[in-house]
């Protein structure tokens, strides 16, 4: 017969949100891969067993809790972590069900079809009450884990520590568009994984922002998604809390960031927004308390430089952007300033956005918003290499040799 290591879900595998169901809720704890790859090392196999009373209460479907499953355990079997059977109760507790923890019926089914010898298992949860009682039930050894974050009434995680309020509490991290003006290169992989030296840009992207203790990334992915949603798993997910907001519609640089903000539902009042093909050694941590200082909707990092055709010029008068033109002619805007890909939305600032789906953050966002007085403005000296054409990517390689390794 067989042993199984049995798992509780939400708040033993990922974090518990209450009726945790969105992908854009996934996150994982980090000690998690490790303690699963230990077990399936001594030759058990894995199963989940979890009460999903939010499928009974109208809160979620059953295909809305599968699919969550599916994006868990890709996340897992990419950390060699993956789980071999889900069961789960759907009901609620006034249901009176037999299935639902403490009670042992979806663990005794799951003993049935995998050949389970229940007496040399292991199970681990993070409820005495539910998860130790299964066990003890069933004389199988348990682990109650004591999680340090624990999530309240739907919001984001909360720390041992306290915060830092200078770290961003998310940063969303733009990896959709298809890159047309570097090809040929973006005919096989998407722009933030071109290389620069031995790594791809999104590494220095990542690590810039964790340098400074950014925890939460939520990476929106559109063009071969799949590429940058592997390599960002098997570098980072043991070292931030990954979340994804998938732009497989391509919906423009400002759809994309609204449907990332609305993914992450009421979790963050803030969210910094950076470009997944930039590489820069600007602290947004400076940034993030520049926009909290003003108390603004919306904040522009802004650079001064001798040309200001790469993003757009823009004329500041006291920390506000009072002129902002996307592609300026040269001859005749005779600013020195432009937008450096790094910006704060507070998630108030959604009710400002276009109405349609698909729009582009400058022109059609941007650009209008200045004249609502909304949108300010943070002077930074710091390097900023944006990589969309071919001249721009061979002269990030030419500035960062020697320290791209």
Same mark, same amino acid.
């Given at each position: ?123 681990? !949860? ?196 009072? !002129? ?52 300010? !403005? ?28």
């Amino acid at each position: 017969m067989r042993r199984s290591l049995f798992l509780d879900r939400d708040g033993t595998l990922n974090y518990d949100y209450s009726y945790t169901h969105k992908l854009s809720q996934l996150r994982l704890y980090t000690d998690i891969p490790k303690l699963i790859r230990k077990y399936k090392r001594m030759g058990y196999i894995t199963i989940v067993i979890t009460n999903q009373s939010g499928i009974g209460r109208g809160y979620y479907t059953e295909a809305q809790m599968k699919r969550f499953n599916s994006a868990l355990n890709k996340r897992l079997e990419k950390l060699g972590a993956g789980i071999d059977a889900f069961y789960w109760c759907p009901h609620k507790p006034d249901d009176n069900c037999d299935c639902r923890k403490p009670n042992t019926k979806l663990v005794e089914r799951a003993a049935r079809d995998f050949n389970i010898d229940l007496k040399k298992s292991m199970f681990i !949860g993070d409820t005495e009450h539910t998860d130790g009682e299964i066990a003890r039930r069933l004389g199988m050894k348990y682990t109650i884990l004591k999680r340090r974050h624990r999530p309240d009434k739907g919001g984001p995680a909360k720390s041992a520590q306290p915060p830092n309020d200078s770290v961003p509490e998310a940063v969303i991290i733009l990896c959709g568009g298809k890159g047309t003006r570097l090809r040929p290169l973006t005919y096989k992989i998407p722009k933030p994984m071109a290389k620069v030296g031995r790594r791809p840009i999104i590494a220095y992207v990542i690590d810039n922002l964790l340098r400074v203790g950014v925890k939460n990334l939520i990476l929106s992915a559109g063009y071969k998604a799949d590429m940058v949603e592997n390599y960002v798993d098997s570098h980072y997910a043991q070292k931030a809390n990954i979340t994804y907001s998938e732009d497989r519609r391509l919906l423009g640089t400002g759809g994309a960031i609204r449907k990332a903000m609305e993914d992450a539902g009421h979790q963050y009042k803030n969210f910094v927004v950076v470009n997944g093909d930039d590489i820069t050694d600007i602290d947004v941590r400076k940034v993030y308390a520049f926009h909290l200082r003003k108390k603004a909707p919306v904040t522009v990092t802004v650079l001064k430089l001798d040309h200001v055709n790469v993003s757009g010029a823009i004329k500041l008068k006291n920390g506000l952007i009072t !002129g902002f033109i996307e592609k300026p002619d040269p001859n005749v805007v005779k600013s020195k300033l432009t937008a450096a890909g790094i910006y704060v939305f507070s998630a108030e600032s959604l009710r400002f956005f276009p109405k349609r789906k698909v729009f582009n953050l400058s022109s059609d966002f941007l650009e209008p918003a200045v004249k609502r007085k909304i949108i300010y !403005g943070y002077l930074s000296k710091h390097n900023w290499y944006p990589i969309d054409t071919p001249e721009r990517y061979d002269k990030a390689k030419a500035a960062l040799k020697g320290v791209s390794q």
